[in-house]
């Protein structure tokens, strides 16, 4: 059975950090881009980053462009999501998601983890 299990989450103040990460099991995703969305209550799900297999091409939504910072290592079979200088409007379930099929289109999620930014 393959599982994308998120950690990381919590509540952080405004400016603060937090680092996801992504487990995966069941399968390697080694050779196929990761990557990790967000929903806002009320909200659509929303792209944030991804990272190809090789960790060589890598796109980020405008809203979080020199913020947050996506990574893996193939080797534990984990992406990274670090977030700087969270601000409110970053509050959101975040879901880490394998295997592109499509755009913004993948076969595997997360049950996703929630970050909250408040003072």
């Known amino acids: 059975q393959v599982q994308l299990v998120e950690s990381g989450g919590g509540l952080v103040q405004p400016g603060g950090s937090l680092r996801l990460s992504c487990a995966a099991s069941?399968?390697?995703?080694?050779?196929?881009?990761m990557a990790w969305f967000r929903q806002a209550p009320g909200k659509e799900r929303e792209f944030v980053a991804l990272?190809?297999?090789?960790?060589?091409?890598?796109s980020y939504a405008d809203s979080v462009k020199g913020r947050f910072t996506i990574s893996r290592d193939n080797a534990k079979n984990t992406v990274y999501l670090q977030m700087n200088s969270l601000k409110p409007e970053d509050t959101a379930v975040y879901y880490c998601?394998?295997?592109?099929?499509?755009?913004?289109?993948?076969?595997?999620w997360g049950q996703g983890t929630q970050v909250t930014v408040s003072s």
């Open positions: 069941g399968r390697t995703f080694s050779e196929d881009t």
């Open positions: 998601a394998g295997r592109q099929v499509g755009v913004n289109k993948y076969a595997y």
């Open positions: 990272i190809i297999w090789t960790g060589g091409v890598i």
